[in-house]
């Protein structure tokens, strides 16, 4: 009986052991964060780099799921003659939902995998080391510029999602499927406000936090060569689809009350 | 001087060092030779903290660098320089400046005085012209080249050198060696070089100790090692001697 709860607590102990070492790696990180140097040129770089990566996957994957739901929501409210309703359906579930965790899901593929593998690549390689033996904290150097660009970017990438989505919406809504587009915007401009967007907004920063921290420390412990390398990778994703999902819950129950 | 004393490492179940000692003179050059595999790059990197010992003390200039926190190794490494066993090279930056990287970060020189110093430095390993390649287009012994290149950089008062001459040809292993005694001259740095080279061993060294079964098993001037009576030493060079023998 006790060996048989041992068995099945053992995972959930890992799991809280593995989020405190997660935790701790980030305040490790952000007191780094306001000591000097403040290498503002690698945090431009990891900006320019996150948002380069993914942009195009954000584009692509927002404007056919504002497509999709523009026809989705069509063919549901017809039933009741609610066509105009489309544009404000759309709009409010691209910037309070889809944008910001679609946004993280697909920056997480592109660029938190990235940066395991980038960052697990130079542990293996012991480029961490030669960081360590030259004076240079790698967390600093490291972790801290991904972790800003993270929170920085995702926002951003999400505003854009919003907006692409919202307009593949309308291209459905009003071109093909002959909904007014002057109802279409008016029930839009009517339903949804900008506290909506803003807490769109801030849940996409936390995912930001979230993808590039898991990214940074899956990559930091990487052990194990090429192989280790992949595994730390594909855990990588995984463990940041995840964690925006179930965030994702308590934000929204946290903000949208 | 750098001093080891009673240091233990396991890694898991694996005793790689057991109760070792080791007196680095300082503005000397020591060569740790040993098998391979016996834990010599280990012993090396706890000479600079990148692994700290199970139990035991590693005194730096006087100062224990087991119980340094991490500003205070921040200090204490700016007197190193090392060259990693497999280079350890910057892959995302150029040849060039994986050698400026240390100069940027701890001097205020000028990009032109950087670009001077790096190019003086890649001189000296004979890279000139591999200036603007990346690692990832360079061969194993260019990389490590690179890798001593960056080492003595900012003309540090200690280096610690992995494998040097391992991977290179002879004559360019003869040039590494007479850079590694000419840098020692000039800057009067303490220099530990592992290597598994006998001949360059005696050559270079003001001092040799031997590594085995996680101990120093023997340490003196190279002349005392010739003489040594100890039959691990003994083998370990007529070993190698039968070995080039042979070839
Ligand atoms: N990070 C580590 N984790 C586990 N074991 C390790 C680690 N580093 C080294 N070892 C083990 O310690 C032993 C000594 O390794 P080390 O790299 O110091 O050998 P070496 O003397 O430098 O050999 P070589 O001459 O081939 O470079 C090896 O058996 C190795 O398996
Ligand atoms: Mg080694």
Not at chain 2, 66 to 81: A, H, I, M, P, Y
Not at chain 2, 123 to 128: A, S
Request: glycine share 8%; hydrophobic share 45%; aromatic share 8%.
């Amino acid at each position: 009986m006790i060996r048989a709860l041992e068995y099945t607590g053992r995972p959930f102990i890992y799991i809280f052991e593995e989020f405190g070492r997660i935790f701790t790696f980030l305040i490790n990180a952000i007191t780094w964060m306001v000591r000097p140097p403040l290498r503002l040129r690698l945090v431009f770089k990891q900006m320019e780099s996150v948002g380069v990566q993914s942009i195009i996957v954000v584009l692509i994957t927002a404007v056919f799921t504002g497509m999709v739901l523009a026809l989705q929501t069509f063919y549901g409210f017809r039933m009741f003659g609610g066509e105009g309703l489309v544009g404000a359906t759309v709009a409010l579930s691209m910037t309070r939902e889809i944008g910001p965790v679609f946004t993280g899901l697909m920056v997480t593929a592109r660029a938190g995998s990235a940066m395991a593998a980038e960052i697990g690549t130079m542990r293996v390689t012991e480029q961490i080391d030669a960081l360590y033996a030259m004076s240079v904290n790698p967390i600093q150097y490291l972790v801290m510029p991904r972790l800003v660009a993270g929170v920085l970017m995702l926002p951003f990438l999400t505003i854009v999602s919003d907006f692409i989505g919202i307009m593949g919406g309308y291209v459905v809504g009003v071109f093909l499927l002959n909904i007014n587009p002057g109802i279409f915007m008016a029930r839009m401009v009517d339903m949804v406000n900008l506290g909506d967007i803003f807490n769109g907004l801030i849940k996409s920063a936390c995912f930001g936090l979230i993808l590039s921290l898991i990214g940074c420390y899956k990559g930091f412990n990487t052990r194990g060569g090429a192989e280790g390398v992949g595994k730390a990778t594909t855990q990588t994703v995984v463990l940041s689809c995840v964690s925006i999902l179930i965030s994702d819950y308590f934000l929204t129950a946290f903000m949208f009350r | 001087m750098i001093r080891l004393s009673n240091i233990c490492k396991s890694f898991n179940d694996q005793v790689v060092l057991d109760q070792l000692n080791l007196t680095v003179e300082p503005e000397k050059i020591t060569v740790i030779i040993g098998q391979s595999g016996c834990g010599k790059s280990v012993l090396l990197k706890h000479m600079i903290a990148l692994i700290r010992p199970d139990s035991g003390q590693v005194i730096v200039d006087g100062e224990d660098i087991t119980s340094l926190d991490e500003k205070g190794l921040n200090q204490t490494r700016k007197k190193f320089g090392m060259l990693f066993q497999d280079a350890a090279l910057f892959d995302s930056m150029t040849v060039g400046d994986n050698v400026a990287f240390p100069l940027r970060e701890h001097t205020r020189l000028s990009e032109k005085d950087i670009e001077e110093v790096v190019f003086e430095k890649l001189k000296l390993v004979g890279l000139t012209e591999s200036f603007h390649k990346m690692p990832s287009e360079l061969s194993g012994g260019m990389r490590k080249r690179v890798g001593l290149a960056r080492a003595i950089a900012l003309d540090p008062k200690i280096i610690l050198f992995d494998e040097p001459t391992t991977g290179l040809d002879p004559i360019m292993k003869d040039a590494i060696d007479g850079l590694i005694m000419k840098t020692q001259e000039l800057t009067q740095a303490t220099c530990v070089v592992i290597s598994h080279d006998i001949d360059s061993a005696f050559k270079i060294a003001n001092k040799l100790a031997m590594l085995s079964d996680g101990r120093i098993v023997e340490s003196g001037t190279p002349e005392e090692f010739q003489a040594s009576k100890n039959p691990v030493v003994v083998n370990f060079i007529k070993g190698h001697a039968e070995t080039n023998n042979q070839n």
